[in-house]
């Protein structure tokens, strides 16, 4: 009601109407009191961000959902952000897809145990666990099939429509399919288990898995903005409600269709985000109907299974959900990034409270978190203790060394995360530090046998375990491995040797090439050239949409051809190396620093090649 109609009521009715509503009253004035204030933080917020625009709710513990926007929906129109502005959300999507098959399997047309395979017989799946752990619904649901999460020609395409079959994102075959963990083991983010999900839902109801979801989800959880089908700005599917997405110095991206649509693909609105953050700390029921079993609902964000959930972790991921712990508020959340856009979706239960915030704005430097904290301050949560210290297993020294993320976020980028992406454990006799190599060390108190607190955290974030002989560290939804020194020693020191045999091929060659001695039966003549081929794809790949970074084109050809060259060039290299021995004296010292530069550079490139690396095909990746 607005402010003058409670005036003629207050009027008519007197001091009967203030005691007979007075928490409507004094919603009323918290409403209109709190939103302005948290209004003009957004719209400061959106401007040292570098953001467009955003829309949020938040759920009330009185079951009220309150709604707000600020920006901008189109910055080239100065059409501003309103409250009903339709948003894409990205993986957030994933939280309905998965109450669409616990819908399925609360009317008894699936189970959690059933195996993928037995739906879905045709996939080339490659398991080798399948005899006693099989893909099972529940694996997908929960990130814990052990598959890889995506390609880069799965994310980055032009090439799908918005009806294009969604098995046509698994026909690549070889290892696309292969299960690198045993199921269940260990969490994994997959967006290529959502994209089985969402084929699982299509053999089950035998129609569009966006059909099935939209009428029969959607519309019993009253959620008539929102649309698992291909929503964009532009063309014929555009909707003039969606805001138009951005990249950094806002640069506009329409959205487009995808491979894998069922794990990033829907579109909705601030209040419908606040009905389905209701539902789900809700019992399951609609209109009093069990519509999802209730033992569903209480396993939507209690990870499960996990070697470091019976490890006694109880932070990891659920079916729907993961348990977020930030800023001594401990709930259950699930992020998105779409084309152009990032939302957040976070329900608190135990205070019958949740918020929703979606952006605009895709921007690698912004700062999201910083609203979260907003609309977490706004909705008064009550702020948990941190867990207290607790005397530590003495093995504990046992688990230092360097760790190794185990599976790697992409199967094809398994090198880079092993030669990167590494961490060091160093237990100090009080407390553990886990020391990436990017990034800021951190410390972690010790609350009990192998499980550990970090100094950000409210609840146990760290268990230390022990699998098949290796010790692994994990918390929840990234599992470490610790690696062999010398293994990694060998890494460190390929690397090392192959940027310096390069780096010897291109300032030699090049200065060579300056004083013209560089002739072409010199040992680095063709090395060079392929290292210098490595240029010509890079104006094809300024001009074109980074979009199609997973298709074939100009680019992407030319730079397959280089990769593959370089290999080829520095063992030729390495060829007239081995013919022009006889001549080495004559050649002075130079011949022997070309032959230890070429060897070094070899072998690094070999060693790519063995990890899929080279040559490099990005619409294979």
């Not at 020294?397 to 090198?415: F, R, T």
Request: aromatic share 10%; glycine share 10%.
């Amino acid at each position: 009601m607005k402010r003058n109609q409670y005036s003629t009521l207050a009027a008519r009715a007197g001091s009967w109407l203030r005691r007979a509503v007075p928490a409507l009253l004094l919603w009323a004035t918290v409403a209109h009191a709190a939103a302005p204030a948290l209004e003009a933080e957004f719209a400061a917020g959106l401007k040292e961000e570098g953001l467009a625009g955003a829309v949020w709710s938040e759920v009330l513990p009185d079951g009220t959902v309150k709604v707000g926007a600020s920006g901008l929906r189109d910055a080239a129109r100065q059409v501003p952000m309103q409250a009903d502005t339709r948003m894409q959300v990205g993986s957030v999507g994933k939280v309905a897809l998965a109450l669409g098959v616990l819908r399925l399997i609360s009317e008894d047309k699936l189970t959690l145990d059933t195996p993928l395979q037995q739906v879905l017989p045709e996939l080339a799946l490659r398991n080798p666990w399948l005899a006693s752990d099989p893909v099972r619904i529940r694996h997908l649901l929960a990130h814990t099939s052990g598959l890889d999460n995506v390609r880069f020609w799965q994310a980055f395409s032009l090439q799908p429509a918005p009806d294009t079959p969604l098995a046509a994102a698994f026909d690549c075959g070889g290892n696309l399919l292969r299960v690198r963990t045993r199921p269940g083991s260990r969490y994994a983010y997959s967006n290529m288990g959502y994209g089985l999900l969402g084929m699982v839902i299509e053999r089950v109801t035998g129609q569009p898995y966006e059909r099935y979801l939209d009428a029969q989800l959607l519309q019993p959880l009253g959620m008539g903005d929102s649309t698992f089908g291909f929503v964009s700005q532009a063309g014929a599917q555009a909707d003039p409600r969606l805001a138009m997405g951005y990249f950094e110095h806002g640069v506009a991206q329409p959205a487009v269709p995808q491979y894998l649509r069922p794990a990033a693909q829907f579109t909705t609105t601030a209040a419908d985000m606040g009905k389905l953050a209701q539902f789900l700390m809700g019992d399951g029921k609609l209109q009093g109907t069990q519509f999802i079993d209730l033992a569903l609902m209480g396993a939507l964000s209690e990870p499960a299974g996990t070697d470091a959930a019976q490890a006694g972790l109880a932070t990891g991921h659920g079916l729907a959900l993961a348990v977020r712990d930030r800023h001594n508020v401990v709930g259950a959340c699930h992020p998105g990034t779409a084309v152009g856009f990032r939302a957040m979706l976070c329900i608190y239960p135990e205070q019958d409270s949740a918020f929703f915030v979606a952006f605009n704005t895709d921007a690698e430097r912004a700062d999201y978190e910083r609203f979260n904290r907003l609309l977490l301050r706004d909705l008064e949560l009550p702020l948990r203790a941190p867990a207290p210290q607790g005397t530590p297993a003495p093995t504990v020294e046992n688990w230092q060394g360097v760790y190794v993320p185990s599976p790697s976020a992409m199967a094809s980028m398994a090198w880079v995360d092993a030669v990167f992406g590494f961490t060091r454990l160093k237990w100090d006799g009080e407390s553990l530090f886990l020391i990436p190599f990017q990034g800021e060390p951190k410390e972690l108190e010790p609350v009990g046998g192998l499980l550990f607190r970090a100094s950000d955290r409210s609840t146990p974030s760290h268990v230390l375990m022990q699998e098949d002989g290796k010790h692994v560290l994990s918390d929840g939804l990234r599992s470490y491995e610790r690696a062999s020194m010398l293994r990694m020693l060998v890494l460190w020191g390929s690397l090392a040797l192959g940027a310096a045999g390069l780096l010897y091929v291109l300032v030699v060659g090049v200065w060579r090439a300056a004083l013209r001695s560089l002739g072409r039966g010199d040992h680095l003549f063709a090395p060079l050239l392929s290292l210098l081929a490595l240029l010509l794809p890079l104006p094809f790949f300024y001009f074109q949409s980074y979009l199609r970074l997973g298709d074939v084109t100009v680019a992407s050809v030319l730079l397959t051809l280089a990769t593959g060259a370089l290999p080829l060039a520095t063992a030729f290299g390495l060829a007239r190396c081995w013919r022009s021995r006889g001549t080495a004296a004559e050649a002075g010292s130079w011949a022997k620093w070309d032959w230890v530069a070429l060897l070094a550079a070899l072998q690094l490139l070999l060693v790519l090649a063995w990890w899929g690396l080279l040559p490099l095909r990005l619409w294979q990746m």
